[in-house]
């Protein structure tokens, strides 16, 4: 093969495609940056699993399982909505309106989010003794809920700084920031605290409040070159109308990645969560290249949305689905035939989730090849069906865990996932071909 020659054309295709152009830069640097990110959160992850152990890290694992639903319900939907108008605004050259539509959504993302909060630190005993039955977890719970208004205000911050197109702060403030405080300060707690197990969630509080507070400047910097002031406005009830379809879309799409966490913890042990808590973690690895292209692939979509050009969007979805694919079969491959060793890694205990890593894996690979077909519904307009096809898999998703989990543990965890994965891909791959006429899915043998 003559290696060369595609390089030239590869290079010939960037230098014609502006926006081939800009996907492949966009992506470059989330991947670059989410590597950092990944490495140090595996450090973390290493750390906690070899000096506190699986059980440990299954009650922080729940805890952060605790932490990320009750965040979805304090951002509103309001995120991916900011991702959307801050997006569009933008290449309207309305920045005003999107740095007023950013002040309203943060304001009322701080006061909800405190009221969460509140109500989480309060019911912490039920959550964990009533529900999950463990009392050890109520701690963690605690320290969940302090952490509780800083994380959702740092997930709405880094989705502004997407919307603006700055990859590599969105990645830096979403994940390379606060593993890398949390495994620092960790190190310090360990030594001081001789293996406390609470210094875990507390190293992870110091980190996110950290993360947050530097967020905040990294968007005072982009927001003050807008010094236009907007003459349009949008009041708050307009903006929740339309978020709120994405509330519940994300609610539930958080939730059902977390189901099978959850019932694991009602009906197995908190070793068995640690186990499957770091075998999804891995899992999740497969789709590496597709978190990257979405990164710039979400704005992109808006933008072209917007303007009404749906021919180039039907294009730039397509050169997006294939970078993802071709450049997830290789890492899928790697996990499919190393999976024991590197599960090893963790320490013997976890060679036992080598099978649900590869069912994981396989549920990832259909991912892949259907495209970003999420977050074109919801770039599009689409947000409502996006909504039926969640609360479809989410039920499904809900059904398999309970009736396999109890019986088969983490392998019925994991082939319930990969199910609930490839049915959402598929209708959603028929619906956006139906009614926006736009293919989003790759067949190698076929494209």
């Not at 701690?139 to 502004?160: C, D, G, Q």
């Not at 590599?168 to 593993?179: A, H, R």
């Not at 640690?274 to 990257?292: E, M, N, P, Q, R």
Request: glycine residues 6%.
């Amino acid at each position: 093969m003559n290696f060369s020659f595609l390089f030239k054309i590869f290079s010939e295709k960037l230098k014609k495609d502006r926006d081939f152009k800009e996907l492949i830069r966009g992506s470059a640097i989330y991947f670059v940056v989410k590597l950092l990110g990944i490495f140090v959160s595996y450090l973390f992850t290493l750390f906690v699993t070899r000096h506190y152990g699986a059980s440990v890290w299954g009650l922080f694992a729940l805890s952060l399982t605790v932490l990320q639903i009750t965040s979805v319900i304090g951002r509103f939907g309001l995120d991916i909505a900011l991702l959307r108008f801050i997006a569009e605004y933008k290449s309207q050259g309305k920045y005003g309106l999107a740095k007023l539509v950013y002040k309203k959504a943060a304001s009322f993302v701080f006061l909800l989010s405190l009221l969460l909060a509140l109500g989480l630190y309060i019911s912490a005993p039920i959550i964990s003794e009533d529900i999950f039955g463990k009392k050890n977890l109520t701690v963690f719970i605690e320290i969940a809920a302090l952490i509780l208004p800083a994380f959702t205000l740092l997930y709405l911050n880094a989705e502004s700084l997407r919307a603006l197109k700055r990859i590599g702060l969105y990645i830096i403030n979403q994940n390379v920031l606060p593993f890398s405080i949390a495994f620092a300060f960790l190190l310090l707690l360990t030594g001081l605290l001789n293996k406390n197990i609470y210094g875990v969630p507390i190293s992870y509080l110091v980190a996110i409040y950290v993360s947050c507070f530097l967020s905040f400047i990294f968007l005072y910097r982009e927001f003050k070159q807008f010094n236009n002031a907007s003459k349009e406005e949008i009041s708050l009830i307009n903006l929740l109308s339309i978020s709120f379809p994405m509330l519940m879309a994300n609610s539930l799409t958080l939730i059902m990645s977390w189901t099978d966490v959850i019932m694991l913890g009602i009906f197995r042990s908190e070793f068995e969560v640690g186990i499957y808590s770091v075998v999804s973690k891995l899992s999740v690895l497969t789709s590496f290249t597709l978190a990257a292209i979405n990164s710039i692939a979400a704005p992109k979509f808006a933008e072209f949305f917007s303007k009404g050009d749906l021919k180039s969007l039907e294009k730039f979805i397509q050169q997006t689905t294939k970078l993802i694919f071709l450049a997830t079969i290789p890492i899928a491959f790697l996990f499919l035939m190393f999976s024991t060793f590197i599960l090893g890694l963790f320490g013997e205990d976890f060679k036992i989730g080598a099978l649900a890593l590869k069912i994981l894996i396989i549920g990832q690979i259909i991912n892949a090849a259907a495209g970003s077909v999420g977050y074109l519904l919801l770039m599009t307009g689409h947000q409502k069906f996006h909504q039926k096809i969640i609360v479809i898999t989410f039920i499904i998703n809900t059904l398999l865990n309970y009736l396999l989990i109890p019986k088969l543990g983490i392998i019925g965890a994991s082939v319930s996932t990969s199910i609930t994965i490839i049915v959402g891909n598929v209708i959603s791959v028929i619906y956006i071909k139906r009614n926006l006429g736009i293919k989003t899915y790759f067949i190698p043998w076929r494209d």
